[in-house]
Every structure is written in structure tokens, then in C-alpha cells.
């Protein structure tokens, strides 16, 4: 429940926003999304942000291949592995 409002049967969106490992991570789940304007299903919105803007090139690609990393890593933390390993059978490398 929120505010004494069931939160089972209702559409939810929640939004995080917080510190790690030097960068700033949202994310934000949604329950009810629809894709395609027929696929109902939940969403799942992960941006890792960085404020440094006095890259190089090498320094800027390297960034980015970390924060394209660390959104990896948070995606994963947020399902559940049983989940995972019966809708989509991973192979981890």
C-alpha cells in the first residue's frame, strides 16, 4: 500500500535516483507499459550519468564502455535469476 492505496491491480511507476561507484544512476520501473500498442508487460529505464565534460578521446571512450557496463550490472541486480533462467536462458561469457 501507498497513501492507503493498493498498489496490486494499479498501474506503478517507481523512480530512484542515486550515487554509485562515481556516477549518478535513475532508475525507474514501470508495471503496466505497453509496447507497440499491443504487448503489455513492465519496463525497466536504467541511465547511468557522469557530470565530468573534460574528456579526451581515449578517456571518452573508456567512459563510456563503464557506464554501458554498470547499466549492464544494475539491470541484472534487478531481476531475479529465476526469472532470467526460465524466460530466457542466458549464456554469460
Do not use: W
Request: one cysteine or more.
Amino acid at each position: 500500500k501507498l497513501a492507503s492505496n493498493s498498489l496490486i491491480g494499479s498501474q506503478n511507476i517507481l523512480r530512484s535516483e542515486f550515487d554509485y561507484n562515481n556516477f549518478k544512476c535513475v532508475i525507474q520501473l514501470a508495471n503496466s507499459a505497453t509496447f507497440n500498442n499491443i504487448t503489455k508487460g513492465s519496463s525497466v529505464d536504467i541511465d547511468v550519468i557522469t557530470t565530468r565534460c573534460d574528456f579526451n578521446l581515449q578517456e571518452l571512450q573508456k567512459t563510456v564502455v563503464e557506464l554501458h557496463d554498470m547499466e549492464k550490472k544494475l539491470f541484472f541486480k534487478i531481476l531475479n535469476s529465476d526469472f532470467l533462467t526460465k524466460n530466457f536462458n542466458p549464456e554469460y561469457s
